[in-house]
């Protein structure tokens, strides 16, 4: 069930003690930077956690849902594994797909330090793709630059040598 609030809604999610839940909202570029832009950003949905019981009760925010609603990346990491659901943010409803959708993703790692791909911003600073630990479910936070030859803001991020992350992006999809 979601909650109103003075600035937007909330809902919660119950993870077990070994999975880490994690939402993206995908948010649609703006028409006027659409040219110049990535065509979808992503943004995590900021949350609070209580523990109830073994269980670790996540209740996650929507800051200005949209009237016609909100699409939802729902990533559940376990041991080894992570599951994808779609969901919509619905005027006063979260509805989540019954079945996990396929999503091509990508299992980054190397064996030595190193920086992962120059990405573009838009213009109010929100970014196409997103790179996730998956032991703990934190964002690894890209270092911003400003690309003279391209006169525009990217991103990369730097990421550890022997450990696995996991990353994904919002692309238009043929269909």
Do not use: H, W
């Amino acid at each position: 069930m979601v909650e109103d609030s003075l600035q937007g809604k909330y809902f919660s999610i119950t993870d077990p003690q070994d999975i880490r839940t994690v939402i993206y909202q995908v948010n649609k570029t703006e028409r006027e930077f659409a040219k110049t832009a990535p065509k979808y950003t992503v943004e995590r949905l900021e949350y609070s956690e209580e523990m109830v019981g073994e269980n670790n009760k996540k209740t996650f925010f929507v800051n200005n849902p949209a009237p016609e609603g909100n699409p939802l990346v729902i990533l559940s990491f376990a041991k080894e594994k992570v599951v994808v659901n779609m969901g919509f943010l619905d005027y006063d409803v979260v509805k989540i797909s019954k079945k996990p959708m396929p999503m091509r993703f990508k299992t980054l790692y190397n064996e030595e330090e190193t920086e992962y791909k120059d990405f573009a911003y838009t213009p109010n600073m929100k970014r196409p793709i997103s790179i996730i630990d998956p032991e703990t479910g934190e964002e690894v936070k890209p270092i911003l630059y400003f690309d003279e030859d391209a006169n525009e803001v990217k991103g990369k991020c730097k990421l550890k040598p022997y450990k696995k992350y996991f990353a994904f992006e919002i692309r238009e999809g043929k269909k």
